[in-house]
């Protein structure tokens, strides 16, 4: 018969479950678990109590307390101890879970639960007062206990790049740690978190995007998980370090975040570099790696640090959506765009700023907080707030320049402004709930802005009186320009830095070649070493920010939203602009539009950096804004809206996307070529000491596009309907520099042609050359190669200009041939002509011409064509004359040498006949300009052009300084120079006054000397025939 089962009462089995869960006894029986205490004193309490020793829930707090007090031998230490209940306490839970009884079970979780509750409660006691209880324990670690659990419960159990799977071998029990921190007793809590932020930061200082990372970062997101600790954080005294010499660097280093951002594949500087170093480890000798090693270190760096952007992004939102720590969170952010302000300069001083790494990571933390409200059709753009700029006491934008206004200008405008207080009591805030996915996602209301110039602007007279989108979007415009921006101009000098230390390695071993020497191999090791380095810092900006499409993409979108809120700001994309610029638009920040088009220029030149992005919005922005100087003040702003466009042309940017926007667009049909012309001209004055040599730059890049937009119809008659209307306007002021340009470009290449021949004699004569110092000949060659280098931009930049007047003289002609042009053109290409087929052609004889962009022949046909093309316009005939009258360059016989050369070079048929027949008239015309000048005689110098000195055709007052000069000659002036050249006063066309009494005595004079002329003609051929008359008398006698 089996023996029947003993039934244990609820009591027996409370005692069993307790005696398991915290390894203590009230009977002093020999237990087989070494681990269990017997708790002698608190048996003979319980005893004298007159109690059943049974340990129970009652007791449970009491008999706790009464383990952690004692000095147990072979007892854990008090932490591992109640970590144990609690795992214990647990298992225990999961056991009770099947017994049969419902009311025993229910009963028992109570129990279990209460154990549960007093472990946890214990701990955090323990932890926050270390010496309440005996602990025999030695740990001087500053590390905090918990660490190990948490990092155990983040852990994933296969890790990858970036951190390590591994807690000590210590797992959290489950529930412990929500248990733990997620109690509303925030003043005990509050140490104990602190400390764990303090270890997370230490556990990331210095590391690089290499570095174990990951574990702390995700321990990081746990911690903030939890609202007390959430608030633990920002209320931390190292949240934001305290001390009077706070700059962006104290902030990157001592803040609890800073380590966190700072860690990156970017190169810092030597004393805050982070291990392991990146450029070492991925690319060293990476021109000798195979292509597969160095994408399987991109691919690396990129999954590792786009880990790092969603962590960091993640515990950003997570404090932003809890309402006790969002101010803190914006003042942080606040705080570290605005110590480091020093990294919009280009020189950036790496002791007071902090690391390009952390901006960087910065830049891809703050779109992903930009996402929601990056949709396609910008819905929530109206929740932008203009006002922010100049109200909102966060940011200091106020002092950052603007895009037209000055900083007097903006102080004016606003103490003028009828501010209306809006009600910010929390309207349209749905798209804040969306965004935080919390019910107060505004700071403390919001407001809507619509496109209306003339709208009102927020008034807030503290920090928190704007929407999170508003804010957002603001900071991540400011940390955009400070962070992505910046990274793009590093990388850009980078490769320039490469380029510059590559041509002197070059010239070095040339140098060695010739003349060996210990100085010069020192010289090249050491260059070698520095051109390595900078090969490693290249690859790491690749890696971080070339290769992820993912935060180009975003950085797009972001942008895109940032030229239709601009946009809206004057009216919204319509053309022509309002007629004053209005001012909300005017005072915004000059670097909004100057990012967005260095991320345009910096992503179209990355393979497929535009797929899938609509540049519609950027093009209407660029056809608006890049001619309208009453708008975006800065010409160079407005140039680099050309480059963005430069990049966009069909064969540069291979896309059949691009083209479209060119032949398709509306805008660009209406206004493109008016305004890439106007800028032509506008880009002469840019106020900068330097505005000589940029317009080349500049004018290269309009010109490309020029010539481009010339090949498409519906562009070449927008240009030729341009030409007709602006034919005293813009036309002919971009005619008259495109002039000025050929003339200097083609002079300045060829006089460096012949200083390069001098040079190249130098360098040949080998008994010479080495008998110079080793220094002079380094020089020397140095020289030699910069001059080859400007000779080559300079013919590049002369050839395109050359070209421009060769195939747009073809259609146009008018503007070419007035009064106040017509010499001017004329002297440019007899200048050409002599410089090409004169005495001095065979010194510009190169062994490589091709090499320096110099071909004669080309260049020689494009001028005699140009020649034709007007003469063809010719309707009046004045052509010729105004070729004879250019005493410098002309010569009848120019003409004839040009015609052989044209011939022996195989070009002949029409062109070549019209050329020659030209080259006929204009002897003829000076034929005739000779008789005139002889008919005219003594001419009084009160009919003399001041400045040319010759006869006035058409004189004309200038109305400040009251001379009297011929109207072509001082058009011609004001083409180029908008004032009196006598005494610098302002002067426009329509200022002068006709001298219309001066003009009847010259046109008098004209008269009197022809008639005067034509009798003493007369009166010669009447004596003439009368000696004839005579004499043949005499002969007849």
Not at 536 to 559: I, M, N, V
Request: charged share 25%.
């Amino acid at each position: 018969m089996a023996t029947q089962k003993v039934q244990r009462s609820p009591a027996e089995i409370e005692d069993i479950i307790l005696k398991k869960i915290f390894l203590v006894s009230l009977t002093d029986s020999m237990e087989n678990d070494a681990r269990i205490v017997y708790l002698d004193m608190t048996a003979a309490e319980i005893l004298s109590e007159g109690k059943e020793l049974k340990l129970s829930k009652d007791l449970t707090e009491r008999i706790l307390i009464d383990r952690l007090s004692g000095n147990f031998v072979s007892a854990e230490p008090p932490y591992r101890y109640l970590v144990g209940c609690y795992r214990r306490a647990y298992d225990e839970g999961k056991k009770i879970a099947n017994m049969k009884d419902k009311a025993i079970r229910s009963e028992m979780e109570l129990v279990v639960k209460q154990a549960k509750k007093l472990a946890v409660s214990y701990c955090r006691i323990h932890l926050g007062n270390p010496d309440m209880f005996p602990n025999w324990e030695t740990n001087n670690s500053k590390t905090s206990p918990l660490l190990p659990l948490i990092y155990s419960e983040v852990s994933p159990s296969i890790d990858v790049h970036g951190g390590s799977s591994s807690s000590g071998g210590i797992a959290s029990p489950p529930g412990f740690l929500e248990e733990f921190l997620r109690d509303t007793d925030f003043d005990s809590l509050d140490p104990i978190v602190k400390q764990l932020y303090e270890n997370l930061r230490e556990a990331v200082v210095r590391k690089s995007a290499l570095g174990d990372f990951q574990q702390p970062l995700r321990a990081l997101l746990f911690l903030v998980s939890f609202q007390n600790c959430s608030k633990s954080l920002v209320n931390h005294d190292w949240w934001i370090p305290k001390g009077p010499y706070l700059n962006g660097r104290a902030l990157e280093i001592g803040s609890i975040l800073g380590p966190f951002f700072h860690i990156s594949a970017l190169p810092d500087n030597n004393f805050f570099k982070s291990e392991p170093d990146v450029g070492q480890q991925c690319f060293s000798d990476s021109s000798t790696r195979r292509p597969a090693d160095l994408l399987s270190s991109f691919a690396t760096i990129k999954s590792v640090m786009n880990n790092l952007y969603n962590g960091l992004s993640e515990v950003l939102l997570s404090l932003l959506k809890n309402s006790d720590t969002r101010e803190k969170v914006l003042e942080y952010l606040a705080l570290v765009i605005n110590r480091n302000s020093g990294r919009a300069h280009l020189q950036v001083d790496p002791l007071s700023c902090a690391s390009s790494g952390m901006f960087l990571n910065l830049s891809a933390v703050m779109l992903r907080l930009c996402e929601p409200f990056l949709d396609a059709n910008m819905s929530k753009r109206d929740k932008i707030d203009p006002g922010y700029a100049f109200y909102s006491s966060r940011l200091e934008l106020k002092e950052l320049t603007a895009i037209h206004a000055s900083s007097e200008e903006v102080t004016e405008w606003l103490n003028k402004e009828n501010i209306v207080q809006d009600n910010i009591s929390g309207q349209n805030n749905d798209g804040e709930t969306r965004l935080l996915q919390s019910q107060e996602a505004t700071v403390s209301g919001s407001n809507t802005a619509g496109p209306d110039s003339s709208r009102s602007l927020t008034r807030s007279n503290g920090k928190g009186k704007y929407t999170f989108i508003c804010e957002c979007f603001f900071m991540t415009a400011r940390i955009l320009n400070l962070g992505l921006l910046k990274a793009f101009s590093d990388f850009k000098h980078l490769v320039q830095d490469i380029s510059r230390s590559e041509d002197s390695l070059s010239t070095l071993k040339s140098m060695q070649e010739q003349t060996p020497s210990r100085q010069l191999e020192h010289d090249i090791a050491h260059l070698e070493k520095e051109i390595e380095q900078y090969s490693q810092e290249k690859l790491c900006y690749e890696a971080q920010l070339l290769r992820d499409g993912e935060l180009l993409q975003r950085a797009l979108s972001f942008y895109q939203l940032m030229v239709v809120w601009l946009v809206n700001l004057t009216g919204g994309f319509k053309m022509p602009l309002p007629s004053t610029c209005p001012m909300e638009f005017a005072c915004m920040p000059e670097h909004f539009i100057d990012d967005a088009m260095e991320l345009l220029i910096f992503a179209s030149r990355i393979p497929k950096g535009l797929d899938g992005v609509v540049l519609d919005d950027f093009m209407n922005f660029i056809i608006m804004f890049m001619a309208s100087p009453e708008f975006v003040r800065n010409p160079y702003l407005r140039s680099k809206m050309v480059e963005v466009l430069n990049c966009w042309m069909p064969r540069r940017s291979g896309s059949s996307i691009t083209a479209s926007l060119f032949e398709g667009h509306q805008l660009s049909l209406e206004y493109l070529v008016k305004n890439l012309l106007k800028l032509y001209v506008d880009i002469e004055f840019t106020g900068s000491h330097t505005q000589f040599y940029d317009k080349f730059n500049i004018r290269h890049n309009i010109a490309e596009l020029l010539e481009y937009l010339w090949n498409v119809p519906s562009h070449r008659n927008a240009w030729r309907r341009i030409a007709k209307e602006e034919e005293k306007g813009v036309y002919l002021n971009f005619l008259n520099f495109l002039i000025n340009d050929s003339i200097f470009l083609l002079d300045e290449s060829l006089n460096k042609i012949l200083e390069l021949k001098e040079l190249e004699a130098e360098m040949s004569n080998t008994v010479e050359w080495e008998a110079r110092s080793a220094q002079e000949r380094q020089e020397r060659t140095r020289l030699f190669h910069s001059q080859e280098n400007i000779i080559r931009i300079d013919m590049k930049l002369a050839n395109e200009d050359v070209s421009m007047l060769a195939f747009t003289s073809e259609q146009i002609t008018v503007p070419f041939l007035l009064p106040e042009m017509v010499e001017r053109v004329a002297s440019m290409l007899n200048y050409f002509l002599l410089q090409l087929v004169g005495p001095q052609r065979k010194s510009l004889t190169l062994k490589d011409p091709e090499k320096y962009e110099f071909r004669p022949k080309q260049l020689l046909k494009q001028i005699v064509d140009i020649y034709v093309h007007l003469a063809r316009g010719d309707k009046d005939n004045i052509f010729p004359a105004a070729i004879t009258k250019d005493g410098r360059s002309y010569n009848d016989q120019l003409f004839s040498a040009a015609a052989n050369v044209l011939q022996k070079i195989g070009e002949g048929g029409r062109i070549l006949q019209e050329f020659i027949e030209l080259g006929v008239k204009a002897k003829a015309a000076a034929s005739e300009a000779m008789d005139a000048e002889a008919t005219l005689g003594e001419i009084p110098d009160e009919f003399l052009d001041p400045i040319q000195y010759t006869l006035m055709k058409d004189p004309v007052i200038l109305p400040s300084s009251r001379i009297t000069v011929d109207r072509p000659v001082i058009q011609r002036h004001l083409l180029s120079d908008s004032t009196d050249p006598f005494n610098r006063s302002h002067l426009t066309a329509d200022m002068l006054i006709p001298d219309i009494e001066l003009k009847s005595k010259i046109e008098e004079f004209v008269r009197t000397q022809v008639l005067k002329r034509h009798n003493e003609h007369v009166s010669l051929q009447s004596s003439k025939a009368a000696r004839q008359t005579a004499e043949g008398e005499m002969h007849l006698v």
